[in-house]
């Protein structure tokens, strides 16, 4: 029995680990170091692109829910994010360089997962993963489609830039976590009435980048570019990602009138990036109009923030809940081509591929994930939302099954589903050893 698992990002790691855990032997397909997609730089595996953040590690949000449910069930993608996290307030970040290093390691040491670096143009296993990302290669974009009916969608995503800490002006920054949370794990540039105006003038007159077929309206809200957003309104980046809600400026002792927040990108503690400043400006553009933020007026840019065209199927039309082809049961999707959105949410999906694979190929009964999980949840979203309208998905308490009594309290609501999903997923755990 040959099981290919194609792509060695996030979902195809965690897939094939998962798969080999249970003794069977897979083949990891990976294209680089041969050819690398227009977002990837690294020749290791599960390089983050986007962004170094995995979102809120609090058990009682939707993703630190499903952070804690991957946990459970023994993922091996968010141990390895654990173990080489920075301080990130209440989210879980990473240093993107040392994550990267550490998956690639464990999957390395596996002896019945052999990697094969080649650029794949066609599925050749008796089972076949693709697990190849959001930009996906063109020589297996055409194979994708015959399976898939030629039913692709798209939006587009970006990123934001990196820059080094020894550039950034102190005396026009502060140390602080929003509201105390946290050890004081961002740095932040505030900005008083005046510097932020003149700051959103030149954004939204900035001059962007040409990117093929870009449309507004296609644009994932979560990674909106910082330009986009500014151009519904002064108050829309002010009250987003410039919100000062829960600063202080000791220089001060008052609220800014707003301020950018720089995370930190490495265990090192010299590069940070610019929370929120997803873009698509030119690079100049970027440089000048950034450095508009009194505390970067001499930042030093080791990335500039860029755009990509991200690709997935019209998984309703065509996958079931275990993220086979409901017409082809030997062939499995994984990570955001399956329709999930987010690192977590794609490292979810190469779990429960491989599990999946696993059961079928034991002759055991498929798991119920439960849609009173995240996890079981977003399967049951990719699979049998309405296509037509279909987009991708991050983990939310919107998906899941309803409590079986009214809370009126929010924040009560959330830890009873919070609860209710973790007794859930514990007794699954019990099935998968």
Same mark, same amino acid.
């Given at each position: ?171 026009? /920054? ?19 009435? /005046? ?239």
């Amino acid at each position: 029995m040959k099981i290919d698992v194609i792509g060695a990002g996030l979902a195809g790691c965690e897939c094939a680990m998962q798969i080999a855990d249970r003794g069977f032997e897979v083949n990891l397909i990976e294209m680089k170091p041969l050819k690398k997609s227009p977002a990837h730089h690294a020749d290791t595996f599960a390089e983050l692109v986007c962004s170094n953040s995995l979102k809120s590690n609090d058990v009682n949000t939707a993703g630190g829910l499903l952070k804690e449910e991957l946990r459970i069930l023994g993922s091996h993608l968010i141990e390895c994010a654990d173990a080489t996290k920075v301080p990130a307030g209440g989210a879980l970040a990473v240093d993107r360089d040392l994550f990267s290093q550490a998956v690639t390691q464990k999957v390395k040491s596996y002896k019945n997962i052999k990697i094969i670096n080649k650029i794949a143009n066609k599925a050749e296993g008796d089972i076949t993963v693709f697990a190849s990302g959001p930009l996906t290669d063109e020589d297996l974009i055409g194979e994708i489609s015959k399976l898939c009916k030629n039913e692709f969608l798209h939006f587009f995503d970006a990123a934001s830039p990196i820059i080094t800490k020894d550039s950034i002006d102190f005396d026009r /920054a502060f140390i602080s976590s929003r509201y105390g949370k946290g050890d004081d794990d961002y740095i932040n540039c505030p900005m008083n009435k /005046a510097e932020f105006e003149d700051f959103w003038n030149e954004l939204v007159n900035a001059e962007t980048a040409h990117v093929k077929d870009f449309e507004e309206n296609m644009v994932f809200e979560s990674c909106m570019p910082i330009e986009v957003m500014a151009k519904r309104g002064m108050d829309t980046i002010r009250f987003g990602p410039l919100k000062p809600v829960g600063l202080i400026d000791p220089k001060t002792q008052r609220r800014p009138w707003a301020v950018l927040q720089l995370r930190k990108e490495n265990n090192y503690d010299t590069l940070y990036n610019l929370v929120g400043f997803q873009t698509h400006l030119t690079f100049p553009e970027q440089r000048r109009v950034f450095s508009m933020i009194p505390a970067l007026k001499n930042a030093e840019f080791v990335r500039y923030g860029v755009m990509h065209k991200n690709t997935y199927i019209n998984s309703p039309d065509l996958l079931d809940k275990n993220f086979s082809l409901i017409d082809n049961q030997n062939i499995y999707f994984a990570g955001q081509i399956s329709g999930v959105e987010g690192y977590v949410e794609s490292i979810a999906s190469g779990l429960v591929a491989g599990v999946s694979i696993v059961n079928k190929l034991q002759g055991k009964q498929q798991i119920d994930f439960s849609t009173k999980t995240i996890i079981g949840a977003l399967s049951k979203y990719i699979s049998s939302s309405c296509g037509k309208f279909f987009q991708p998905m991050n983990a939310n308490f919107g998906i899941l099954d309803g409590l079986e009594i009214h809370e009126r309290d929010k924040q009560k609501k959330k830890q009873m589903l919070s609860q209710r999903s973790i007794e859930h997923i514990r007794q699954i755990a019990t099935l998968l050893k």
